[in-house]
């Protein structure tokens, strides 16, 4: 725990003051349908190792460098592992929360389709591989 205050609201001063900057949550809480809807880029729940923090933020940096639909489906992806490892299969059925959040992910996944002639199928394809297997956690 941070003193004096807590990750998402640090989260929500960054983006209040319009700061431009990708965030990668590293927490010791268990994510829960609330995620959806904060703007973090990546999460991570403690413990995580000095090498798992370097791959974030190397993958982090690497993301930012592609079109807004790439990256907002990299975010999605981190959320979407992170619920589907915390949560039951049970859970995500009656979860209104996740149900949009894979919607949204589809949704983009087909828009991102168009964006391919534009950095190339290799690339493109890296780069979903590197959502998919995105560690969630330490």
């Known amino acids: 725990m941070m003193p004096r205050m807590h990750g998402d609201k640090v989260l929500e001063v960054i983006r209040e003051r319009g700061v431009e900057c990708k965030v990668a949550m590293v927490t010791a809480v268990d994510p829960d349908e609330d995620i959806v809807d904060m703007p973090f880029d990546a999460y991570l729940t403690k413990p995580v190792t000095p090498a798992d923090l370097t791959e974030v933020v190397d993958r982090l940096g ?15 992806g981190q959320k979407r592992a992170a619920l589907e490892a915390e949560l039951t299969p049970a859970q995500r ?25 534009g950095m190339g199928a290799a690339t493109f394809e890296r780069v979903l591989q590197d959502i998919e297997q995105s560690p969630v956690d330490g």
């Open 62 to 76: 690497e993301v930012a460098q592609h079109d807004s639909i790439t990256q907002e489906l990299f975010a999605l």
């Open 93 to 117: 059925e009656e979860s209104s929360e996740y149900a949009d959040l894979v919607e949204r992910f589809e949704t983009l996944s087909e828009q991102a389709d168009t964006a391919v002639d």
